[in-house]
């Protein structure tokens, strides 16, 4: 994906924020040539104008622990400490979806790569540069402490995640680390990016530089890579397209970037398209344009006019095509047109490729380049047709206590305010808040996680700092249960951010899934909440965010009483805190997404 412009987040996204910087200052060690390995890994990442590097410590890494301290002052990267490993590396993937460049992490040896693959596969299925800084060893056995560097040693280390990145490697000298730095960032940020993992030798790490390395360019080792379309390809789609009696556009992954986000609604409107889009991957079209026709959870070709009549689809490198034209899409005989580099990063172990989609024109490119080109080529609609209506939210109050009264009053509280959501939760609907820009919502986990959106969610408000945008996380409560620990992060560094917590006390999708099994089975429906609820204790979850030094509010219980606490909330956040508020919904989803999420078994 091409980086957003500057103004949808930092002025500069490289730099880190005044705040963050003042926290954990060191004594200056007076050190100013690189004198062990670890030194020159260091050297390399500043080389690299990375602001920040996410970490939970260990050992394996001790020498460049120390590096980055007394040798680069903790200033590019500056550490940010974390209480798990995979706070860490989500914390590095939501910055990456704000900024669409890599941040650091660095876990610790085999057993901290353990706790951090989950995050890992997440950044792996949203398509997210992240690069992984390991260690093992000392490789050389002789080294090896009794027991304790044995058992955090592994002959391939990397093929603990080797299936779920981009690229790995395990340098065996000082220029080989920095050249590895220099490769896997620059493989992490080409598209389709992703994570990579770079494992160091504790030893070579210690070890110290017998003769300096010779300096080097930087930005010669990391070379732009063109993502774009032949003329031809484009001028093809463009025929297709401008003799379609009605266009269906997916518009699937893309970058933060206005100026793409204009050219996508630029090129719906040339040919009158309808438009899907999909809360798994962020906001890509406004959702209050009258093209715009619902998110594939809740829509079908009998609840959208004019979905039964399209006859040319366009991919916006949409997750799941072969998915969304089995579910919402128009005839099988409808022309496909597929802008996408992602079959270059399939493999045979993940199957997040999805399902084999019949596609009549591939533009292997990056959606974000060939859009607007195509409007270039298409010109102004020759002949219109016809609008679909707009959707409207509903107006009668929602029944019990839901997800829908925590979107009503965040529209009441927030009014015309900035925000940016950094999470939304499985159940809820694109219909229930407006997105305008790009940076509105930056879409879920990517891997289907659960525990990843509180540490995603701070990356993101990290890379929010300055932007004048509020971060509000809406998660689901068994997801904060698992991600906790990381609000201890953005509250020691300083990073502002709302979490409102969907709390219905169970893992309610899987009741779902049981109450699918037991009517199938002819079985008591009744049982579904076995093994799933929260209760008995419920876990007070305002009382967590509290203990991690955040500002908790709740529980709330009624829907009466949720407007002031959002309210006193945010005025928390706005006084730089991080605030928890506690939302004790019913358990339950609507009909269309009760459908739509258990429908083929899914």
């Known amino acids: 994906m091409t980086p957003p412009s500057s103004a949808t987040a930092h002025a500069k996204a490289n730099d880190a924020d005044p705040v963050v910087a003042a926290v954990e200052r060191p004594t200056p060690a007076g050190v100013n040539a690189p004198g062990f390995g670890s030194d020159v890994i260091a050297d390399a990442l500043r080389a690299l104008d990375v602001p920040y590097i996410a970490l939970t410590p260990g050992a394996s890494y001790r020498g460049l622990h120390d590096s980055i301290v007394n040798y680069l002052g903790n200033t590019k990267p500056q550490m940010l400490l974390c209480l798990h490993e995979e706070a860490a590396v989500a914390i590095a993937h939501g910055y990456a979806k704000v900024t669409g460049k890599a941040m650091v992490t660095a876990v610790h040896s085999n057993v901290g790569l353990m706790h951090a693959t989950m995050a890992m596969f997440n950044a792996w299925c949203d398509r997210m540069p992240v690069v992984v800084l390991g260690a093992t060893g000392p490789v050389d056995a002789a080294k090896r402490r009794p027991w304790i560097d044995w058992i955090h040693t592994a002959r391939d280390q990397g093929a603990l995640v080797r299936e ?9 000298s000082p220029g080989a680390a920095r050249e590895a730095i220099l490769r896997g960032t620059w493989i992490a940020n080409t598209a389709p990016c992703g994570p990579v993992y770079i494992n160091f030798d504790a030893e070579l790490q210690e070890a110290r530089v017998s003769e300096p390395l010779p300096p080097i360019d930087v930005v010669r080792y990391m070379p732009p890579v063109a993502t774009a379309a032949p003329a031809e390809l484009i001028r093809e789609a463009a025929a297709v397209l401008k003799g379609a ?29 309808r438009v899907v889009t999909d809360l798994k991957i962020g906001a890509t079209f406004p959702t209050d344009h009258p093209l715009y026709v619902g998110s594939p959870r809740a829509i079908t070709p009998d609840s959208v006019e004019g979905l039964k009549n399209v006859d040319v689809v366009l991919s916006l490198d949409w997750v799941d095509l072969a998915g969304a034209l089995r579910f919402f899409g128009p005839s099988p005989s409808a022309k ?15 199957m997040d490729h999805q399902g084999l989609p019949p596609v009549d024109l591939l533009l292997s490119a990056d959606p974000d380049m060939i859009v607007p080109e195509l409007v270039k080529e298409i010109g102004k609609s020759a002949k219109p047709h016809a609008m679909p209506t707009p959707r409207r939210r509903a107006e009668n109050e929602p029944a019990g206590f839901t997800n829908e009264h925590i979107a009503r009053a965040l ?23 407006v997105l305008r820009h790009p940076l509105d919502y930056i879409g879920s986990d990517g891997g289907g996680g659960v525990g990843g959106g509180p540490g995603i969610s701070v990356g993101a408000a990290l890379a929010l700092k300055g932007s004048g945008r509020l ?24 990073i502002p951010l709302l979490f409102v917590l969907a709390n219905n006390r169970s893992f309610y999708n899987d009741e779902l899934h049981q109450e699918r099994m037991a009517r199938a089975r002819n079985r008591p429906i009744e049982n579904k909440w076995i093994g799933q609820r929260m209760a008995d204790p419920e876990v007070d979850l305002a009382a967590m965010g509290r203990a991690q030094g955040a500002a908790g509010f709740g529980p709330v219980t009624k829907p009466s009483d949720l407007t002031g606490a959002l309210q006193q909330a945010i005025a928390a956040v706005d006084a730089g805190q991080v605030a928890v508020v506690d939302v004790r919904v019913e358990p339950g989803y609507t009909a269309a997404m009760t459908a739509a999420m258990t429908r083929g078994g899914s």
């Open 164 to 172: 779920y990145t981009k690229w790995d490697d395990q340098p065996s």
């Open 245 to 273: 009696k009605q266009v269906l556009v997916l518009a699937g992954r893309a970058s933060r970037s206005m100026p793409a986000w204009d050219a996508r609604v630029a090129l719906a409107e040339a040919l009158n398209a």
């Open 336 to 350: 496909v047109i597929q802008i996408s580099l992602d079959h270059r990063i399939h493999n045979g172990w993940s």
């Open 411 to 433: 529209r009441k509280v927030l009014g015309n305010r900035t925000v940016t959501y950094t999470h939304l939760p499985l159940s809820w609907d694109d219909s229930w808040i």
């Open 471 to 494: 971060p509000i996380a809406v998660c689901g409560d068994g997801d904060f249960l698992m991600g906790v620990t990381a609000l201890w992060t953005a509250v020691h560094y300083k």
